[in-house]
Structures are given as C-alpha cells and as structure tokens.
C-alpha cells in the first residue's frame, strides 16, 4: 500500500525512514494538550509538499547522466552537487570549485575543487568523480546534457580537473551549473533509483507515479537545509487545484486559465521567467527537407511565411500587451526574444505594434486582399497552420489570439492542435508555437545558428553564425554579451523583426501557484521553460512563518 500523501507542514521526528507519515501541528508551536493548554516544544521536522505536473517525474530517476537536472528543464540537482552553481541575479558562484579558469585558446576548463565533500555513502568526492561524470554524460547516448564540445575530463590530482574541449564554447559553465556530480564507485545500473549524492537533500522514497520525499543531507557541506522534508506528487492540473481546495498541498502548479480561483488560506504566487512563447516562422519555400540525428527527412518550408515581408508585417500586427492582458489574465510579460531580459539579450528585437505599417509592407509586396479579406498572390492564399501542442490550454488560447489579431491584416491563420507527434512532422513546414527558454545563451545558438537543433525556420547566414561562435569564444562570459545582441541585429542583418524575423516572440509567462499563506519559499531565480523542479532551486531555504 502506498503512504499517504504528505499533507501537513511538519513531520513528527524520526518518521522519515520508510515509515508511515503522521501529520503534526506547525514546527515551532507548542502541542495542544485535551484541555486547550499548549503544552512544551516538540521535536517536529520542517516539511512542505510540493504538487507538479506528472510529466516532472523523472523517468530515467535521479541520474544526471541521461536526464535529471540536465534536461530541457533544466534545475539545479538537489541530491548531487555541482562544480559552480548561479545566484539569485544569475552570477557564476562555487559549489564545488573553489577556482577555475580558462586557457587563452578557449580550450581548456580547469576546475579546483574542495577537500572537504563526501557522498552519502561516506566516500569522499573528488576530481576523479567530476570526469567520470562529465565522459559519463559524452560517451552516454542518452544524455540529456550537451557536452559535445568536451572531448573528455582529466583529473589531474584529487582536486584537480580538466575539461578539454573541440572548439571555444563558454556556455559550457551554464550547464556545468546544473551538472550533479555522481560517484565513480558506486555508479552503475540503476543508480537513478537509488542515487548516491553530495547535495542538499537524500532520497527517502520514491513510490512511482504518485510521490517522492527527500530527507535534508546530515553531512552536506554547505549550510544545513532549513526545510527538512520535501515531498513531491505528481498530479495533473485539476487534481493539484483539487488537493488544494481540500488544504492537502502546500504548494501546486496552475496555469493563467485557472488562475483566477480563489481558495481559503492559500494565495496565487507569480514567479518571473525566461519562458517565452514564440512562433517560428519558416524562411524558405515548400519543397525543401531537413534530415536530423534520427535520420528521418522532414518537409521544409512555406509558401506564405517564406515572404520576408509576411514575417515582419507578423511581428509588426501582433499586439502582445493585449495577450498578456486577456490570454494570461496579466501574469506575464511582452517578449520579443527567447531569454528578453538576459545579460545576453538584444534591445533590437524590440518591434512596436504597427498594423497600418504591416498592412503596408504587405500590399507593397505583392499581397492583396480577396474578397473575404484574406490577401493572395500569384494564386497563393495568404494561409497557413498554427500548430500547439493540444494539451495546454495557455498555448490553445494564444493560438486562437494571434490568428483573431492576423486576420485584421489579411492573413487566415488556423490554430491546429495536435501531440508533439503531430507536430514534430510539421515543425519545419508550418509555423509552430513554441514554449522555450533557459537560464543560459545555448537557446539562442540553437534556435538562430545555421545547423542548430532548434533553426525550425530554416535561417542560414554566415554573418550571424560567426556572431554566434565569436560569443561563445570568448574565455570572460562578459565578453560575449555583445556578439550575443550582434547576431540579432549589427545594423545591416540579423534575426531581429527588422531584419530577417525568423521568429515572432509574444510573451514570456509567469509561472503561477496556489502557495498556502505563511509559506516562504525565499527569492526565486527568473524559472526558466516549464513548471517543475526549477522552483525547488532554492528549497533548502525555505521557511513557514
């Protein structure tokens, strides 16, 4: 039988050890005795339950060499460490380093690392961990995390590490940040079920599909978590806002289209993001292919959006203030770029509303209207699919939004919802609404580089590419920050609206819950792409006042 659900702030002590859990009165108040008198301190444990989606399960466990912390999602690892880890403002910071630097040529990543860590078996980490893990993730196919600019780690001493690398690629410390460091001894099949750590948090129990606790790590290095008891269940959108009503979470995930429920001794909590939402738009015309890793040969191109014209008079029409008002109830923010708002980020993909221009630059390209109002030219209708992934309903209703605010300049958008099996067919074809963004540049390498896995437009351009590769060369991160907003715009050519518009941003969405009141869950880093575990970044210093 499965334990019940954990549904209280605080757990009795010693209840963590695979035993039943028993509900408590609040850490730090005193036991009611029969006849109302409070009675002395208890020794009860901090504890909150966290309510995420069912697709946050890790499905592979706890394993940061296919999946966790590594993934599209990407979150820091709570039960492993890392080399350096990123503060509130987004600032590079040590976890386990304690000094590392870059060679002149870009090439070279050495890490000094501390003396002082052991896992939770009792072995001490070291160097030799750090590189069993990084050529665990390179020689692992189904790694999540992307190393191939990492020829392999060296472990010069037991403190010392060596990241060897093909080309310049500074991005690289963005995933390291998120990389949990696994232990060569005790690595094998099935570690993801019962991993072996260095971080915050140790794994009590995990019943599939339903639950998992995690119990604060006695011999953490760092600072002792002041939540003592985290557990995680898995519910769908309706099922979270049910355990809500019914006070038997403490905090659960909900989105823009339910936001607006009011539930006694709870209060919506909106949390800032780099989670944009955006339509590719297909530069090139029908007829075209792209082959992929998997070898499979997709359609490519469009005959309407293959128009520069119609890509930038896109960008002028959509009026984002009025999705963000009336889509998401105002818990979001304008974008005009995957990651707006990010050091790298470029003002020049700013566009304001302008329909009188784009109606302009649609007419004097050739684009008349018909007689239902919907423009043609040379026989071809100014038409095409807007596909979204069906089971979401903020993307459904951005969907219809933006065809409802096209057709007032001649363009029949039809919103098609599908899985992402029917969408991946048409993901070079059709424009697509996206959901992306990282607490990192690699999206903005990926979605705009030549050959990027996420170039669903089809953009090629030897200007832009060489932007992209001279900011991931440089060895101070800082100084990579120009060429990031150069490949969006340098005056002349670019991504940007005014430029190539291979993109139509619209906004970035809050990431909202049902938080019951007196929980404090600290400052929260900007979330980046999806609900889920990026939100317990900083658990351990969570508190109830």
Not at 37 to 42: E, F, K, L, Y
Not at 70 to 95: K, M, R, W, Y
Not at 464 to 484: H, I, K, M, N, R
């Amino acid at each position: 039988m499965a334990e019940p659900i954990i549904s209280r702030r605080t757990l009795m002590g010693g209840a963590l050890a695979g035993a039943a859990v028993v509900a408590a009165p609040l850490a730090g108040c005193g036991a009611a005795g029969k006849d109302g008198s409070q009675q002395g301190p208890t020794s009860e444990l901090s504890s909150v339950t966290v309510a995420m989606s069912p697709s946050s399960e890790p499905a592979a466990g706890f394993d940061p060499l296919v999946a966790w912390g590594c993934g599209e999602h990407v979150h820091e690892p709570l039960i492993q460490s890392a080399l350096i880890t990123t503060d509130e403002d987004l600032n590079f910071v040590n976890d386990l380093a304690v000094e590392y630097m870059c060679s002149s040529d870009g090439l070279v990543w050495t890490f000094e690392i501390r003396d002082d860590v052991t896992f939770s078996d009792g072995e001490p980490l070291t160097a030799h961990d750090v590189a069993f893990t990084v050529n665990g993730v390179i020689e692992s196919p189904a790694s999540q995390a992307d190393l191939s600019m990492v020829d392999r780690a060296v472990a010069v001493s037991d403190t010392v590490v060596e990241l060897h690398l093909n080309k310049p690629y500074n991005a690289l410390l963005y995933t390291l940040a998120v990389l949990g460091i696994v232990p060569e001894h005790a690595y094998k099949e099935g570690y993801g079920e019962k991993p072996i750590g260095s971080g915050r948090y140790l794994l009590d129990r995990w019943e599939r599909g339903e639950q998992i606790a995690f119990r604060a790590n006695p011999d953490y290095y760092g600072d002792a978590p002041a939540m003592d008891v985290v557990t995680v269940v898995f519910m769908d959108e309706d099922a979270a806002l049910a355990a809500v009503q019914k006070g038997e979470i403490d905090i659960a995930y909900t989105f823009a289209t339910k936001a607006g429920q009011q539930v006694e001794g709870y209060e919506l909590a909106a949390y800032k993001t780099v989670d944009s939402r955006g339509i590719s738009l297909p530069v090139i015309p029908a007829g075209a292919t792209r082959v992929l890793e998997d070898d499979i040969a997709y359609h490519a191109g469009n005959d309407v959006t293959c128009d520069i014209a119609v890509r930038r008079a896109i960008n002028m029409a959509i009026d984002r203030d009025s999705v963000i008002e009336h889509v998401l109830n105002g818990h979001g923010k304008v974008a005009y770029s995957v990651g707006d708002g990010m050091p790298w980020s470029s003002e020049d993909m700013r566009v304001e509303l302008d329909r009188k221009q784009a109606r302009k630059l649609l007419d004097e390209a050739g684009w008349k209207p018909g007689a239902d109002g919907i423009r043609e030219r040379e026989g071809v209708r100014a038409a095409f699919d807007l596909w979204y992934s069906a089971d979401d309903s903020v993307r459904q209703a951005l969907a219809h939004e933006v065809a409802n605010q096209l057709k007032k300049i001649g363009l029949e958008v039809t919103p098609r919802g599908g899985s992402w099996d029917e969408i991946y067919p048409n993901q070079f074809c059709s424009p697509v609404l996206w959901g992306w963004g990282s607490n990192s540049p690699v999206e903005v390498y990926e979605l705009n580089y030549s050959t990027g896995w996420g170039n669903y437009s089809c953009y090629e351009s030897d200007v832009t590419d060489a932007y992209l590769d001279e900011a991931l060369a440089q060895t101070d991160v800082e100084a990579s920050y120009p060429y990031w907003e150069k490949a969006m715009w340098d005056g002349t050519e670019g991504v940007a609206p005014q430029g190539a518009a291979t993109w139509a941003w619209i906004a970035n969405v809050d990431h909202l819950y049902f938080k019951r009141a007196g929980l404090d869950v600290a400052h929260q880093k900007p979330h980046p792409h999806g609900h889920g575990w990026s939100l317990l970044n900083n658990v351990d210093r969570w508190s109830w006042k």
